[in-house]
């Protein structure tokens, strides 16, 4: 096998494929970044197989998530597809889903969930979501997503009488006065 390295030139020519292949501008600079880090890591030695992988240990190694490391590797494979040299591809880490995503569809909201996940053990503070007037349990669920990817347990549920669906309190008295007591009731077993 010919002795493989990355130049700048080569660097060029596949920024102006990626373009071509109207990929963003933030995909083509995460591309070259990791690229970049890769030919940083080689340290002057040619580009193998063996030594791609020997990255993607090294990276596993570092306490990289396995989705970041496929990604690294997708922009190195990507380059060698488009360099011609497919033998130096590298196999991606395999990634062990707990539940596949599903899509919910819920009036102009649109947004992927997970059902059947384990508990994660420990305590994990409660954050309690009241969505605004005429809303819904899925009004703040941007929110409530990040809140849990960041270990919150979240409650968000919809108010009888004042959401979407039902206006029946809207503009009365209980319509507050109703919501302090349906967050009490929430968190009472």
């Known amino acids: 096998m010919p002795e493989r390295t990355i130049d700048p030139a080569q660097l060029a ?6 373009r071509r292949e109207e990929r ?3 995909t083509i600079e995460k591309y070259l970044r990791d690229i970049r880090a890769f030919a940083g890591w080689l340290d002057g ?4 197989r063996e030594l791609v992988a020997e990255w993607r240990d090294h990276l596993l190694s570092k306490d990289y998530a396995p989705v970041t ?5 997708a922009a190195l494979n990507g380059l060698f597809h488009f360099l011609g040299w497919d033998e130096c591809r590298a196999k991606f880490l395999k990634v ?6 599903f899509q919910v569809n819920y009036g102009d909201w649109n947004f992927s969930a997970a059902r059947g996940r384990p508990p994660v053990e420990g305590k994990h503070p409660l954050i309690l979501l009241s969505h605004d ?3 819904s349990r899925f009004s703040l669920h941007e929110l409530a997503s990040e809140l849990a990817r960041n270990g919150f347990v979240v409650l968000a549920f919809t108010h009888p009488g004042d959401n979407v669906d039902d206006m029946g309190a809207l503009f009365m008295p209980v319509q507050v006065t ?6 009490t009731q929430a968190t009472v077993p």
């Open 13 to 18: 020519s596949y920024t102006a494929h990626l």
């Open 24 to 26: 963003s501008p933030g």
């Open 45 to 48: 030695r040619p580009v193998s």
């Open 69 to 73: 490391i496929n990604s690294m590797l």
């Open 96 to 101: 062990q889903r707990r539940s596949a995503p």
């Open 133 to 135: 007037s005429a809303g």
């Open 178 to 183: 109703d919501r302090a007591k349906q967050l």
